[in-house]
Every structure is written in structure tokens, then in C-alpha cells.
């Protein structure tokens, strides 16, 4: 392609070239050709007036000496007919036709120039005409045609070295990486990485493909991982509601024992919100979650929410504390209120030893607040960062608690969706526990 456009461009040069210089040399042909006729009209003025043909024949002979390429002269009376006439040595006599005024023309290979011979008061006596051999013209086209094919051929080698340059420093890395990524679409081997050197466009372009491929190799694990943890947490569960059915089953008709009864439905609840949580992820991946907005008073969710996880624990005491404010927000209730169950959860579950969970709702600035403090295990630094990625689990597993790490990615989305915040704070050590806060836009106050 660069070759190709090389040639273009400097054909195009070269064509330009040519035509400039044979113009201007046609050009400086006339106008020394056009000086010589007028000298031959001057000189001609007395030989036409005392009708001396012979002088007016000398006369034009001197075209003879000077090199100019002249081979026929001739003076015409004013009537259009020869009075005389010249040919060079060694040249072809030529008829000149009668022109009206003073012209010059090219045809084939000669010019032709017309002067009009006119006295001291103006009056038309004859014309000059002289014929001129373009033979230098043939000469200075063949040496431009030497000329442009020296160009051309130095023009082509230099576009060929610069495209070899050119080949080395960009086709070839791209080539490269087209290679890379057809090996890796093959091979499914997204660990592949390509080698970067330097720092042109082209390094900027591989070092991304290698961003890239890092993330896919993270969204891959992270599937994988989904998939282990997910066939281990819903196996679990309906391996215990069939081992209590089993139970049941032999020893219904002997005596009803509730307990396996509970059991099992503590396992199928389990297993319910699994899905439920699976549900809405895909729910919020395909933006299609949707809000049920209506007003309502969220101090009193909260003591719903509270006495409710309250009832599935013995080891911990949940307590509601500060600035109590019954605050209206516009929310989807149903939402909301998983928000605060799941936190209240995960402040169960992941302080193991029990304690204290205190809960907190204060209303700042048009915001209702909500804290939900626990003693448990705590949150490293570096995992607050990304507790609310989905699937994405802090050292929970080391502590043996179950979870598909969905629960706080599902609340963040549910609380961005209403324009609220979700946030954590925690030092990270065990017994200090974590703070879970959300906020939300609050409608109106009503005091307490
Ligand atoms: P799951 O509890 O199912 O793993 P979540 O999305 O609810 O999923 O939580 C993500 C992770 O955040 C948990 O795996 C856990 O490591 C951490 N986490 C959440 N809440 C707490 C908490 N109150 N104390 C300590 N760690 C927590």
C-alpha cells in the first residue's frame, strides 16, 4: 500500500514537473521567436516599400546565423501573397497561409510565429512568418524522462526501506497480537499474556489486551469459585430436608416429632432465599429490578425487622439505641426491608460468640440514616473495598459460616437504585466487629 501510494504521489510530482518545464520552455520559445520577427519586420518595412524581394530574402537569410531552431522565414505582402521567402540549409521549404494580425501557434513538431509589418503611419504592408523546428523540445522530454525514472526508482527503493521499517515497528507486533488472541480463542487459555515492549501505541494496545485477559481470568475464577460454593450451599441444605424426611417418613405413624419438621423447613428457607438472591441478581444484571415506590415510616420497619431476626437468635441480643426518629421515606418497603434483614443476618452470622447488635436510625440533612453494629469478627481494610462485589466473600469461609456472597451486593444495588448510600466501617479485628450504615432520601419528619 505504501509502495503503491508512493508511486502515485510521485508520478504525480513527476507529471507536474514535466508539464511545467516543457511550458515553459514552449513559453521562452515564443517570446525570443516573437522578438526575432519583430527585428525581421522592422528591417523588412523598406524592402516591401521599393518592392526588393531580393533584399527582403537577404534579410531573412540572417535567421541562418543564430541557433534558435528557425527553418523557413518569409515576408507576405499585405495582399497575403509571398514576397519572399527563406529555408535554412538542409530543411524542408514550407508554404506559409496568409494570417490576419500578429499570432503564434504550435503544430506538430514547429511553431509558428506572424508579425505584421506596418510603416511609421500605421499602414499594413506584409507580414513576417517564420516556421521553428521543435528539435530541443524532443531532446529536454527525453532527458525528463530520464530524470523521473531516476526519481521513481529512488522513490520506490525509499518507500520499500520505509516500509520494512514500518513492517518491523507496526504490522509485525500487530501481527503478533492477532496471533496471540487467535492461540488464546483456540487454546481457551485466558492466562496467555502478550509481551510488551516499549511504550508506543501499539505497547499501550497490548498492555491493555493483558489488562483484559487478567479480567477475564478474574471473571472466570470467580465463576468457578460461584459454581463450587453454589452446588456446596445448595447441597447442603437439601441433603439435610431429605435425610428429616427419610426420619420422618419411618417414624410418622410411631410418634410426630416437630423438630425434624422445623428443621427441614429452617433448610427449605434456606434454600428459598438462595434462589430468591440468584433472582434478583439476575434481576439487577439485566436491569430489570423493579421498585415498588410507596411512603412509609422507617423507624418502624426496623423494630420489624429487629424482632424478627430476634426470634432465630438465642445468643444474641439486638437492641435499638440513639437518636430514635421516625422518618417517612419514599422506598420500595419490601426492598428496604431486605436490606435491613440481611444486614441484621449477617451481624448474626458473623459474630459467632453472640453478644450485642445495636441498631441506630438518625435523620441528617433530607437523610435518614440506619447503623447496624455487631462484636463479631470484623472486615479487613482491604476486603471493605469489595464485600460488595458479587460474589465476593471475606475470609468468611476460615470461619466456616455458609454464604454465597450476594446478600451485599444485592443491598448496594438496592440502595443506589433509591439514590441512597451503603457503606461499612470496621477495624478489622476480631471483637470489635463491623458497623453497616445506609442511607436513604427522607420525605418528611415526624418527631418522636
Ligand atoms: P455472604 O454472607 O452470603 O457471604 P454477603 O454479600 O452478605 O454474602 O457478604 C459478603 C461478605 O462480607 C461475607 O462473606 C463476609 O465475609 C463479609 N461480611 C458481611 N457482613 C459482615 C459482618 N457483619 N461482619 C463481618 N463480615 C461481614
Not at 432465630?312 to 426491608?337: P, Q, Y
Request: net charge neutral.
Amino acid at each position: 500500500m505504501q509502495v503503491l501510494t508512493t508511486l502515485i504521489v510521485l508520478g504525480l510530482c513527476i507529471a507536474a514537473f514535466v508539464y511545467t518545464d516543457i511550458n515553459g520552455y514552449k513559453e521562452r520559445k515564443v517570446i525570443s521567436i516573437t522578438a526575432i520577427a519583430q527585428v525581421l519586420a522592422a528591417n523588412n518595412i523598406s524592402a516591401l516599400q521599393f518592392l526588393d524581394s531580393a533584399g527582403a530574402k537577404k534579410i531573412l537569410s540572417g535567421v541562418e546565423q543564430n541557433e534558435t531552431g528557425i527553418s523557413n522565414a518569409a515576408v507576405l505582402d499585405k495582399s497575403g501573397n509571398l514576397f519572399a521567402s527563406y529555408t535554412v540549409i538542409g530543411q524542408q521549404p514550407y508554404t506559409f497561409s496568409p494570417v490576419r494580425g500578429n499570432t503564434s501557434y504550435f503544430s506538430g513538431n514547429y511553431l509558428y510565429v506572424y508579425n505584421l509589418i506596418t510603416t511609421d503611419s500605421n499602414e499594413l504592408i506584409g507580414t513576417v512568418c517564420i516556421q521553428v523546428g521543435l528539435y530541443q523540445l524532443e531532446k529536454i522530454k527525453g532527458d525528463l524522462v530520464k530524470i523521473a525514472f531516476a526519481l521513481l526508482i529512488i522513490g520506490i527503493g525509499l518507500a520499500f526501506l520505509i516500509a520494512i521499517i514500518n513492517q518491523r515497528s507496526i504490522s509485525n507486533p500487530l501481527l503478533y497480537l492477532v496471533k496471540v488472541m487467535r492461540q488464546i480463542r483456540q487454546s481457551e487459555d485466558y492466562k496467555h499474556h502478550v509481551t510488551v515492549k516499549g511504550r508506543d501505541e501499539i505497547s499501550i494496545l497490548s498492555n491493555e489486551f493483558n489488562n483484559l485477559m487478567d479480567e477475564v481470568v478474574k471473571s472466570h475464577q470467580k465463576k468457578d469459585e460461584f459454581i463450587g460454593v453454589a452446588s456446596h450451599e445448595l447441597k447442603t441444605p437439601l441433603t439435610s430436608v431429605k435425610a428429616y424426611l427419610q426420619l420422618l417418613e419411618k417414624i410418622e405413624k410411631e410418634q410426630p416429632n416437630l423438630t425434624y419438621v422445623q428443621k427441614a423447613q429452617e433448610n427449605i428457607n434456606k434454600l428459598q432465599k438462595l434462589i430468591y438472591d440468584l433472582l434478583d441478581v439476575s434481576k439487577i444484571q439485566a436491569g430489570q429490578l423493579q421498585l415498588d415506590i410507596k411512603e412509609f415510616n422507617i423507624s418502624e420497619l426496623i423494630m420489624e425487622c429487629i424482632q424478627d431476626i430476634q426470634l432465630s437468635t438465642a445468643k444474641h441480643t439486638i437492641t435499638k439505641a440513639g437518636e430514635v426518629s421516625n422518618a417517612i421515606v419514599a422506598a420500595d418497603r419490601n426492598r428496604i426491608e431486605q436490606v435491613i434483614v440481611n444486614l441484621l443476618s449477617n451481624a448474626v452470622k458473623y459474630s459467632p460468640a453472640g453478644k450485642e447488635i445495636i441498631v441506630t436510625s438518625k435523620r441528617t440533612d433530607g437523610e435518614v440514616s440506619v447503623s447496624i453494629k455487631d462484636f463479631g469478627v470484623g472486615i479487613s481494610k482491604a476486603d471493605q473495598e469489595k464485600i460488595f462485589e458479587r460474589f465476593y466473600r471475606a475470609g468468611s469461609g476460615l470461619f466456616g459460616v455458609s454464604g454465597f456472597g450476594l446478600g451485599l451486593y444485592i443491598c448496594h444495588e438496592i440502595i443506589k437504585r433509591h439514590g441512597g448510600k451503603i457503606w461499612v466501617e470496621s477495624e478489622g479485628e476480631e471483637g470489635k466487629g463491623s458497623t453497616f450504615y445506609f442511607s436513604l432520601p427522607v420525605i418528611s419528619h415526624i418527631s418522636s
